[in-house]
């Protein structure tokens, strides 16, 4: 595994991966984007409408070509594991997905403060106002619940009587959290009505002594149905907890986000007037199932990302 490092100042990820990036558009068909960012950003912003696990566009690549594409995902970091570097941090923050990736960022962050060597001094998952995905979430939920059949918790309880329609993925979080964590220490009444349309905005625990919250993030307008964002829930997150100066803060997220997600909110910090806090990427590798399409969606993003920085 590597640590995600911050790229040099003033170097957009489309100057570093020029080589890169220009083989791949040729094997898109846009040959035109390999030496203009602009013109990059524009015949590409198509590859990004929808969501993250339900992109419009469905890409199909016949070999060589194919494995041509993940050698490049691999050479633009988007295919790795991130590892957090050992330390005190004085805050970790989990950004929630969908339903597998929860299970994956939770299982990466309890092996990362269990082994001793790495301490925080809480911990917030940052979920939001997202209905689930049924068609790509349903087989993981269940397979949860399944496993936690023996787990005495009333809110568990709550959650299997109560229509998929209705969660949000905020309760999500909680159920990957109890699978991948174990049980939590509910702190104050626990009194999350799942029939509601509207959720607490923080649920607050302890595990393992430490504090753990969920945070409940307003959606908002976005390309597509509106929902909760990175931005979003980082800018939640610093309007909640107002971080002392100069913070040390994990944030755990997944490949192939994970580089992205992490721009992303390190522009909101500086957009915040908090660029003093030291915010430090990590995740784990992107499983074997995630397809070209999720692959471009989020180089597409990049390229937007460099777009906004290079204007600001």
């Not at 790509?136 to 949860?144: A, D, G, L, W």
């Not at 390309?223 to 971080?243: F, M, N, S, V």
């Not at 957009?271 to 499983?287: F, Y």
Request: glycine content about 6%; proline content about 5%; some cysteine.
């Amino acid at each position: 595994m590597s640590t995600c490092e911050a790229a040099p100042a003033g170097q957009t990820f489309y100057d570093r991966h020029q080589e890169e990036l220009g083989r791949l558009f040729e094997i898109v068909g846009l040959a035109e984007a390999r030496d203009d960012l602009e013109v990059a950003v524009a015949v590409t912003q198509p590859w990004v409408r929808g969501d993250h696990a339900r992109p419009e566009h469905d890409f199909s690549f016949e070999e060589p070509e194919s494995t041509e594409l993940y050698d490049i995902y691999d050479a633009l970091g988007l295919r790795e594991a991130h590892e957090l570097p050992t330390g005190h941090y004085d805050h970790t923050v989990l950004l929630g997905g969908v339903h597998r990736g929860n299970n994956r960022r939770l299982a990466f962050m309890r092996e990362v403060l269990t082994h001793g060597l790495t301490i925080t001094d809480d911990i917030m998952l940052l979920g939001g106002e997202r209905r689930i995905y049924p068609e790509v979430e349903r087989t993981t939920i269940y397979e949860n619940l399944r496993k936690l059949a023996r787990l005495d918790d009333p809110w568990l309880g709550s959650l299997r009587n109560t229509l998929p329609t209705a969660w949000w993925e905020s309760d999500l979080l909680r159920l990957a959290a109890l699978r991948q964590l174990g049980p939590l220490a509910v702190q104050g009444e626990d009194v999350v009505d799942l029939q509601a349309e509207h959720r607490p905005h923080l649920q607050a625990f302890t595990w393992r002594n430490i504090p753990l919250a969920i945070m409940h993030t307003k959606a908002v307008q976005r390309q597509g149905e509106a929902r909760h964002t990175t931005e979003a829930c980082i800018r939640d997150w610093l309007a909640t907890t107002h971080p002392a100066q100069n913070s040390r803060v994990a944030f755990i997220s997944a490949n192939p986000h994970l580089i992205r997600m992490g721009r992303s909110a390190q522009a909101v910090l500086r957009d915040e007037g908090r660029a003093d806090i030291d915010l430090t990427v990590a995740g784990p590798a992107s499983p074997d199932y995630v397809g070209h399409s999720h692959y471009l969606g989020e180089i597409a993003r990049h390229l937007y990302e460099d777009k906004r920085s290079v204007e600001a």
